[in-house]
């Protein structure tokens, strides 16, 4: 069974517009944001999909300027995050973002960057799931992340990711007490993605934490909408769709514990049974019963 965070755990989301190619600029928004939710109490903040370089792919294809190299343990040293950092350190939070990262075997990953309170930055998590264009400029992720924080376990994700319900059942069943999914969803999506994670918090009773930017360029505007969901499906927090926005929310184990206790899916998932290759056929013409998945293999049923 799970073991229960030992106490609250204040997040975060962070609504925010981000300049195209402008790593230093937006790092210094981030910092700023930062120290402002560091005074509402929060002990993790999280910032949209690509916020270190903004979500403008042909822009970020014609621009190395606007990635971050990561070293082969996963460690970035750039100066450009220097204010992010510092902010980070002087108040005592962890902050997840994404960015474009320049990875040591040469590849380019849409990323998530963790920003610790002891003043490292390593790369948290590297996007399974790319969305179209993605595909042609990053290469996915190998494998799910998450990360602690204090006693809290947090999902990582990005943007389409949570469009596929295994990838946060991965995280719940690996523990995960929430799901942190930074985003970049188009103005007229955002329909979909209040859908998605409202269900992934409500089949995985976990808490999921949802963060989009406004504005971006032109061709693609951003919808903002970002949110935060309790573990039965709850609205904890919304941003509207137009303008930049912080959404706190103090997420609670005393919740948590009673989510699981009315809702059982994760302790009675069967891990022995496979739901797709045990499956068996049933014959509606009334002239066999039923028939494994052999006989329907070989054309039998």
């Not at 082969?72 to 204010?83: E, N, Q, S």
């Not at 103005?187 to 009773?205: D, F, P, S």
């Not at 609205?235 to 509207?240: D, F, K, T």
Request: charged letters at 20%.
């Amino acid at each position: 069974m799970t073991t229960m965070p030992s106490g609250p755990l204040t997040v975060a989301a962070v609504q925010v517009e981000a300049g195209s190619g402008d790593v230093a600029g937006n790092a210094r928004r981030a910092a700023e944001r930062v120290v402002a939710a560091a005074d509402g109490g929060a002990r993790i903040v999280v910032l949209p999909e690509l916020h270190l370089c903004g979500y403008d792919l042909p822009a970020l294809a014609a621009n190395s300027d606007a990635e971050v190299r990561a070293d082969a343990a996963g460690r970035v040293t750039d100066c450009r995050l220097a204010p992010l950092v510092g902010a980070a350190t002087e108040h005592a939070v962890t902050v997840v973002l994404g960015a474009a990262v320049r990875r040591a075997d040469g590849q380019l990953a849409n990323s998530l960057l963790v920003v610790g309170d002891d003043g490292s930055v390593r790369v948290g998590y590297d996007k399974q799931h790319l969305w179209r264009d993605e595909q042609e400029l990053f290469t996915p992720g190998r494998a799910p992340a998450w990360i602690d924080v204090d006693t809290w376990r947090l999902g990582l994700a990005i943007c389409y990711d949570m469009s596929f319900p295994e990838h946060c059942r991965r995280a719940a069943l690996d523990g995960a007490h929430a799901y942190l999914c930074p985003s970049a969803f188009a103005a007229g999506a955002e329909h979909r993605a209040a859908v998605y994670l409202r269900a992934r918090a409500l089949e995985n009773t976990i808490f999921t934490v949802f963060v989009n930017p406004v504005a971006g360029p032109p061709s693609r505007p951003c919808a903002g909408t970002s949110a935060v969901h309790g573990p039965m499906g709850e609205l904890l927090g919304a941003a509207p769709a137009a303008a930049e926005a912080m959404v706190l929310a103090r997420l609670e184990p005393i919740t948590l514990r009673s989510a699981r206790a009315q809702l059982r899916m994760l302790a009675e998932l069967s891990r022995e049974i496979d739901c797709l290759t045990n499956a068996i056929s049933v014959d509606v013409r009334g002239d066999g019963g039923r028939n494994d998945a052999d006989s329907c293999a070989a054309g039998r049923c």
